[in-house]
Every structure is written in structure tokens, then in C-alpha cells.
């Protein structure tokens, strides 16, 4: 368990908090690119690390993440023209650049000097991977940016989507990276429930290693003749990869189903909403993903056609997530639809920032314990002005997450190793 004043560090997340300052040390994605379709097209509203923001696709394409609010009189800038590179506060006509200077003031003497002493808080960004991304830090201290294999896919490879988690990051990324909830909680073929009383099925063999970016943990259980091994990463601050095969958690594979390496980054609105960025590639650079295939994975998930154009969950906590009692008592461990949404209604039920001073964790939460370890030392690391895991690209550039049945003849660290390198 934590302490209060732990969880407290770990979970707020506004400006000038420890964890905020964290996350402001990396690129994060701000907003999906599909919210910004067209030049000179409707600002949208962004709110991260509980800062409110505007983003706007500028003239020349550029993506401009600016303060949500005017310097002149706080008008919103969300009711804005964006027009000629910049975007125009409709209150009197103030006029910024994607960069945060002004350079329009109609309501000044054309002799005025006063719009070059005038800015409007401004971030970078970054777009890859179908993600508009944004640094928050300090600008000295701007990193490269991120070199994930999900952004050297083609879109042809890829999708992408978000989804509004109504709690805590922590909640929502401590469930990401659990490997013992899968075969229990996500179990789709319970029958009489017997696999309940099968430890060996349940529980994975966890090998877990700290790596320069966060850490790496292999699941291995196994099956008959065959082990069954999936490789995990996560990747300071909030980012989580694995792979998806067929036959998971129970559930036949679909015809059409084109394994993928997929996953998620919980990105903090503030300290009690989050965004969910989910992601998925086809395993082979040979093979495409169609948007067909990709919606009919986003839709088993919870996704897809439950999503409404706010990006939130139809299946929500108003009503109990769709929960299905008859289901649940013959066929489903939750019975409800989807996988992800399965997680909200369990971290959402959490409350918005868990009490962790009041968990009792047990033998199979080592990725847990892990992960609040290496959050807290980045912490005092940050404070004490040194070097954080993951701010090189390098570190986590080639990896690459892996879902497979080995041989029980073979050596399945041998067996995989070729299988943990990314091929984009």
C-alpha cells in the first residue's frame, strides 16, 4: 500500500505538482489528427494537465496549441476565426500565430507597438501515428520526438482512436499494465467456472525487467504442449504496448483477423478525467490493416460503434456500463460488452483517485508495485534536476511487444527473441 501523501504525489497532476511537472517533460498527445481535418478549419477544445487550451490547424497546415483564453479581456478562444495563419479573438479582433505571438490588433493605432509586447501562452507540437503531440515543459529542455514504432506506420498499418475514462490516470493506467485481470475479469467462456480452481492457467509466470525507457514484463503460462508468452512494455510516462493474437481471453478468432501489436496512453485531463489514446498496427509491414478490420476490433473492444462523437463510452456508469446478469451467470466473468469497457466500469467504480493507503496487494501486483517505484524515484529524480527514463528515443525506438505459443521443447526467451524487435 501507499501512503496518503504518495498517492497524493502520484495522482495530481495540475500545474506546479510533481507528477504534473513529470509529464511536461514529454511529448503527449494532445488530440487525435482526425479532430483537425482541414486548414484553416474549427479550433477544438483541448484540456490537459488541467490546463484549458484551443488547438487549430493553421493556413499552412501546422498545428497551433494556444491558451484557451485571450490575454486581452480572457475572451474564449474557442469562438475564434482561424484565418491567414492564425487565430482571431472575435471580441476585438486580437490575432495570434501557432506560436503565441500577436500579430494583428485591430483595435490599437496602426502606429502602436503594443501587439509586439503581447503573446498568448503557446505550446509545440508534433504530429505521428495519426496523434497530434505536444510538449509542455520547458523548451530548453525539449526532447526529440517520440520515436515509438506506432508513428513510423504507414496509415495503411494503423489505427488509432480516444476514449474518455471518467477517473485518475493512475487507476486507469495501474489496470494497462495488471497482467493477471486478463484471464480472469476479460474471460468471455466461463462456462462453470472451473478455471477459476486452475492456478497454473490463471497466473502467469512473471519475468519483469526495469529498462532504460520504464520496464518490460513477459507473461508465461502454460498451455499442454505449448507456453503460451506475451510481452509487454511500458514506456515512461503513460505509454503501454503489447500484441494481440488470435484466441485471447477465451474468444475464437475472428475470420478476417489480422493479429496486431496494440495498446493504449492515458494522458491526464486533470486530477479526476482522462484521455485514453488507443492504438493498433498490423504485425507485419506486408500486411495492411483495413478500415473495415480496424473498426471490427475497436467495436469488440467497447469501442467503435459504442463511442459517440465526443469520443465517450455509450456503455457508461449511468447506466452500470450495459451489465448483462443473465450473461454474466453463463457465459461472461462481467457481463459486459467489450474489453475496455469492462476496465472503466471497474477503475470509473474505483472512485476518481483511488485511496491506495487502503489496498492489500498480493504476490501477482509486482508490475504494480514496480511501476509506483519507478514513478516515485522519477519524481525525486525531476526535483533533483536529473535524468529521467524514456526522454531519449533511443531507448525504446526498436521495441516491440509480442503474443505467441512457444514449443515446450524450446527455450521460449530464445524462441521470441527475434519477435521483441520492431520491423517498422
Not at 514529454?26 to 494537465?49: C, K, N, Q, S, T
Not at 495492411?288 to 460503434?305: F, K, M, N, Y
Amino acid at each position: 500500500m501507499l501512503s496518503h501523501a504518495d498517492n497524493e504525489r502520484l495522482t495530481r497532476v495540475g500545474p506546479g505538482t510533481p507528477m504534473g511537472n513529470l509529464f511536461r517533460r514529454y511529448w503527449l498527445p494532445a488530440l487525435l489528427a482526425e479532430e483537425l481535418p482541414e486548414r484553416d478549419g474549427a479550433p477544438v477544445r483541448v484540456r490537459l494537465l488541467g490546463e484549458d487550451l484551443v488547438a487549430f490547424r493553421d493556413s499552412d497546415g501546422a498545428v497551433g496549441l494556444i491558451s484557451a483564453y485571450c490575454p486581452h479581456r480572457r475572451a474564449p478562444m474557442f469562438f475564434g476565426r482561424n484565418e491567414e495563419c492564425g487565430l482571431r479573438c472575435v471580441y476585438h479582433g486580437w490575432k495570434f500565430d501557432r506560436n503565441g505571438a500577436c500579430v494583428d490588433m485591430p483595435s490599437e493605432p496602426p502606429d502602436s507597438l503594443f501587439k509586439t509586447k503581447v503573446t498568448i501562452d503557446a505550446y509545440p507540437t508534433w504530429e505521428g501515428g495519426g496523434l497530434i503531440w505536444a510538449y509542455l515543459g520547458p523548451p530548453e529542455l525539449r526532447p526529440e520526438p517520440p520515436g515509438h514504432e506506432l508513428v513510423r506506420t504507414t496509415p495503411e498499418h494503423r489505427y488509432v482512436s480516444k476514449s474518455l475514462e471518467d477517473c485518475n490516470f493512475l487507476q486507469a493506467l495501474e489496470g494497462g499494465i495488471d497482467p493477471t485481470h486478463a484471464t480472469i475479469m476479460h474471460n468471455g467462456n466461463i462456462g462453470d467456472r472451473t478455471f477459476l480452481n486452475d492456478y497454473d492457467k490463471l497466473v502467469a509466470e512473471l519475468n519483469l525487467d526495469r529498462t532504460d525507457y520504464g520496464f518490460t514484463y513477459t507473461g508465461v503460462r502454460p498451455r499442454g504442449t505449448h507456453t503460451w508468452v506475451r510481452g509487454y512494455h511500458w514506456i515512461m510516462p503513460s505509454f503501454h504496448m503489447r500484441a494481440r493474437a488470435e484466441g485471447n481471453f477465451g474468444r475464437k478468432k475472428d475470420h478476417d483477423e489480422i493479429p496486431t501489436i496494440d495498446g493504449h496512453i492515458w494522458i491526464p485531463i486533470d486530477d479526476e478525467q482522462t484521455w485514453v489514446y488507443n492504438f493498433g498496427y498490423s504485425h507485419d509491414p506486408a500486411q495492411p490493416l483495413s478500415r473495415e478490420q480496424a473498426h471490427v476490433i475497436e467495436t469488440r473492444l467497447g469501442r467503435g460503434d459504442y463511442l459517440d462523437a465526443n469520443y465517450v463510452s455509450r456503455l457508461n456508469r449511468t447506466n452500470d456500463y450495459g451489465i448483462d446478469r443473465r450473461r454474466q451467470k453463463t457465459q461472461s466473468m462481467t457481463g459486459i460488452e467489450g474489453i475496455n469497457t469492462q476496465d472503466f466500469a471497474l477503475q470509473e467504480g474505483m472512485g476518481a483517485i483511488v485511496d491506495r493507503s487502503k489496498e492489500h496487494l498480493g504476490t501477482t501486483d509486482r508490475a504494480i508495485i514496480t511501476l509506483r517505484q519507478i514513478l516515485l524515484e522519477s519524481l525525486d529524480t525531476l526535483e533533483r534536476g536529473g535524468g529521467l527514463r524514456a526522454i531519449d528515443p533511443a531507448t525504446y525506438r526498436n521495441v516491440r511487444s509480442i503474443d505467441r505459443m512457444v514449443d515446450n521443447t524450446l527455450d521460449w526467451r530464445l524462441a521470441t527473441k527475434e519477435d521483441f524487435v520492431a520491423k517498422f
